[in-house]
Every structure is written in structure tokens, then in C-alpha cells.
């Protein structure tokens, strides 16, 4: 019986290495298909020593706005550092998703949402990061809120 979970124990490893494989494989994807140019981002701001930048590409599909955000993390400064990487991805009409990548309490990406669907666009992704310092209540949301406009304002500006 050893020997058997010992041999299951073993068959499980290339599993293991296979999917971090296909997850390393998929980051170099994501990177090869966003550019420096296709990104831009906030000012960052900063409260209480939690600190907030915004980061907005055009994204035809949520599989392209998970790609964004794995590009955000790899290749932008000290963004692999933050405490949370929030998503939100605004496509056609009603067709949105988000991911508050565990932030508590929750609503980060629904927040960005709200500014997307404010100003009427499609086809848009932006990742906001948060390096967590002391409480600051309300002004999570204002700061979130803040850098997510400023992102916006500028991937739209001619």
C-alpha cells in the first residue's frame, strides 16, 4: 500500500509541472501580444501609505483582458509587488466581467465597471493596483476611483 501511494504520489508531479508549464506558457503569450504602446496608465496616488495606479488597454474579450493583466503584472514596475491587482473588462453592451483578485471587501471591479459604463465604452480593460498601508475607509474607493478615471482619460484622449 506504500509503494501504491507512493507510485500515485509520483503521477501526480508532471501534473503539477505540466500546468505551471502551461501557466508559464500562457504569461509568454500574454506578453507577445501586448506592447508597451497598447497600455497606458495613471498618475499613482497615494494615502495612508496604500498607494493606487491604473492601467487601461482596448480588449475585444475577457481572455484578452486576462492577458492584459498577466502583462501588467510581469512587465510593469514593481506592479508584481502590490498587495491586489484588480480587474474589470467593459465589452459590448452588458457583456463585462471583473475579478477583485481577493480584495476585501469586495466591489473594486464593479467600482471600475461603473466608470467604464459612465463613460459609454467597449472593448476595455483596466487593472488597478493597490499596495496595501493603513486603513483609509472611504477613500479606497475614491482613490480607486481616481485612478481609474485618470487611466481612462487618457486611453480615450486623441
Do not use: C
Request: proline fraction near 3%; glycine fraction near 8%.
Amino acid at each position: 500500500q506504500q509503494q501504491q501511494q507512493q507510485q500515485e504520489q509520483y503521477q501526480k508531479k508532471p501534473l503539477k509541472y505540466d500546468t505551471k508549464r502551461a501557466a508559464v506558457a500562457g504569461a509568454a503569450a500574454a506578453l507577445q501580444h501586448f506592447t508597451e504602446g497598447d497600455v497606458v496608465q495613471s498618475e499613482s496616488v497615494s494615502k495612508n501609505e496604500n498607494k493606487y495606479q491604473a492601467f487601461a488597454v482596448h480588449a475585444a474579450s475577457w481572455k484578452e483582458a486576462q492577458e492584459f493583466h498577466q502583462f501588467v503584472r510581469d512587465k510593469k514596475p514593481g506592479v508584481r509587488k502590490a498587495t491586489f491587482l484588480t480587474l474589470a473588462w467593459q465589452g459590448a453592451g452588458t457583456d463585462t466581467n471583473g475579478d477583485d483578485d481577493s480584495e476585501k471587501p469586495a466591489g473594486a471591479a464593479e467600482r471600475v465597471l461603473q466608470q467604464m459604463q459612465h463613460l459609454k465604452l467597449e472593448g476595455v480593460a483596466v487593472a488597478v493596483a493597490r499596495w496595501k498601508g493603513k486603513q483609509i475607509g472611504g477613500d479606497r474607493g475614491r482613490l480607486l476611483t481616481q485612478v481609474t478615471r485618470d487611466a481612462l482619460d487618457k486611453l480615450t484622449s486623441p
